[in-house]
């Protein structure tokens, strides 16, 4: 992928640390960046950071061991910007080894599984086109 323009990216532990860098070099590159983070304040923090730079972004309240709020943050994703990320960053703390559970395949297998956040972005990358980029920074 070389052009970031309009692109949709939801970065786990976005809201500070690397996640944040993350976001800000993304943002700039010209994406539409979707900040996950279990923290609130961190959260509030980040976007003030994008409503000045007046860069599209969203925040997302999600604790990354919760699967049904990974379901419920890649329904919101798609609400708030009408598509699925076309990338997927998670950065937050912990990544587990697992299998798709919200959708019955998982496509895509390999060594590193399934992050719970691909699954649950699984049933809208079946009516689009494209790929999912996922980059686990943390294991």
Not at 7 to 35: D, P, R, W, Y
Not at 59 to 79: G, P
Request: proline share 5%; net charge negative; glycine share 8%.
């Amino acid at each position: 992928m070389k052009d970031f323009q309009d692109k949709i990216l939801l970065i786990t532990g976005g809201a500070s640390g690397a996640g944040f860098g993350q976001a800000k070099v993304f943002s700039e590159a010209g994406c539409k960046v979707v900040i996950a983070d279990i923290r609130q304040d961190a959260l509030d923090r980040a976007m003030a950071y994008f409503e000045n730079a007046e860069a599209p972004a969203h925040a997302v309240k999600l604790d990354i061991t919760d699967r049904e709020a990974y379901a419920a943050a890649a329904d919101e994703v798609e609400e708030v910007f009408g598509s699925p990320p076309q990338m997927v960053f998670n950065t937050a703390g912990v990544n587990r080894i697992s299998l798709c559970s919200r959708g019955s395949e998982d496509p895509a297998p390999s060594w590193t599984g399934s992050s719970p956040l691909r699954c649950a972005f699984q049933p809208q990358r079946k009516t689009r086109t494209g790929e999912l980029m996922e980059l686990l920074t943390s294991l």
